[in-house]
């Protein structure tokens, strides 16, 4: 999966007026089993049964000599939740989880992300015996203003917007907004979702 034309039409205006800085992107596979609670509702209760659960993560950070912020999307057909991360810094951190039974249950895992302290709802995937086979990683170069494939699985992507620090204030809550000379000169649809909220949807299309 790419990241959707929809997208990345609606994020083409505020390229056109952030600076284009170039980020890169590192980051490693991990991966663990752990005993966990068959049911939620029974955590802490001292009772089983209890279930093996795998976790594989995938961790990274997007590094430039300037600071930087954004948003992080979960896209999927139809529709994208996307929500705004911490105020700039040059190093953010992002990840993707996969969790899993062993053997897989019905070949379904969980996939969540997250971004410089934005996380995202996790979603259902297929998976297959490797976890980390079920997750497609993006390139390692990324572009500021520009939306940026981090990681796919099936019908379900992973996207960060990258902002330069210099473009946006932060306000109250630590929730940051662009700056007044650059929102003005964008289009309504795209000024209000980079001013006036901390998380939202949208409507997406391949």
């Not at 390229?15 to 284009?20: F, G, I, L, M």
């Not at 379904?108 to 259902?124: D, I, Q």
């Not at 297929?126 to 796919?152: F, I």
């Not at 940051?176 to 209000?192: S, T, V, Y």
Request: aromatic share 6%; proline share 6%.
């Amino acid at each position: 999966m790419v990241v959707p034309t929809s997208v990345t039409q609606l994020f083409a205006p505020l390229a056109a007026v952030v600076p284009a800085a170039s980020v890169e992107l590192r980051g490693t596979w991990s991966r663990s089993v752990r005993r966990t609670y068959e049911k939620a509702n029974e955590t802490g209760v001292g009772v089983g049964p209890l279930v093996e659960v795998v976790d594989a993560r995938w961790e990274g950070r997007f590094e430039s000599a300037l600071p930087m912020t954004g948003l992080a999307m979960r896209c999927e057909p139809g529709g994208a939740l996307w929500v705004k991360a911490a105020p700039a810094t040059v190093s953010l951190k992002v990840g993707v989880s996969l969790h899993a039974r062993p053997g897989y249950v019905r070949g379904r895992a969980s996939f969540t992300a997250g971004f410089h302290g934005a996380g995202l709802p996790s979603a259902t995937i297929a998976c297959t015996d490797d976890l980390t086979t079920s997750c497609t990683l993006g390139e390692t170069h990324a572009v500021t203003g520009r939306p940026h494939l981090v990681a796919a699985s099936n019908s379900v992507a992973f996207v960060v917007v990258l902002i330069p620090g210099s473009a946006v204030k932060v306000g109250r809550s630590r929730l940051w907004h662009l700056r007044e000379e650059i929102r003005a000169l964008l289009p309504a649809d795209l000024r209000e979702l980079l001013t006036r909220r901390r998380t939202g949807t949208l409507r997406v299309q391949a």
